[in-house]
Nanobody, 128 residues
Framework: QVRLMESGGGSVQSGGSLRLSCAAS????????MAWFRQAPGKERERVAT???????TYADSVKGRFAVSRDNGRNTMDLEMNSLKPEDTAMYYC??????????????????????WGQGTQVSVSS
């Protein structure tokens, strides 16, 4: 059973930092593409960062230079280090995986429909 569990959300002031973590289980983690998405109230869910099985990384323009995604295949975890946070970063943050039946997932997938499993989300709130 595939399971993704996010942690590390919270409330911070503008300019602060948070580190989110996603714990994965139930699938061959090292071969999967992983991603962080976020959804603010009244807005569509959007890609924040992606990392594939070869550790190729993409970021949304809005977070480039402030956020950093990483994965630990030994611990089956993915982290998102968020620095210089802004009020517009306030959202529910979701971990997602694009899991293939075989082989390694390679490439950058930025649409929600390209991911087949999701976590429950963790809330990030940034005050000005």
């Amino acid at each position: 059973q595939v399971r993704l569990m996010e942690s590390g959300g919270g409330s911070v002031q503008s300019g602060g930092s948070l580190r989110l973590s996603c714990a994965a289980s139930g699938f061959r983690y090292s071969s999967a593409c992983m991603a962080w998405f976020r959804q603010a109230p009244g807005k569509e869910r959007e890609r924040v960062a992606t990392i594939d099985s070869a550790r190729q990384i993409t970021y949304a323009d809005s977070v480039k230079g402030r956020f950093a995604v990483s994965r630990d295949n030994g611990r089956n975890t993915m982290d998102l280090e968020m620095n210089s946070l802004k009020p517009e970063d306030t959202a529910m943050y979701y971990c997602a995986t694009r899991r293939l039946p075989s082989g390694n997932c390679l490439g950058s997938f930025v649409s929600t429909y390209e991911y087949n499993y999701w976590g429950q989300g963790t809330q990030v709130s940034v005050s000005s």
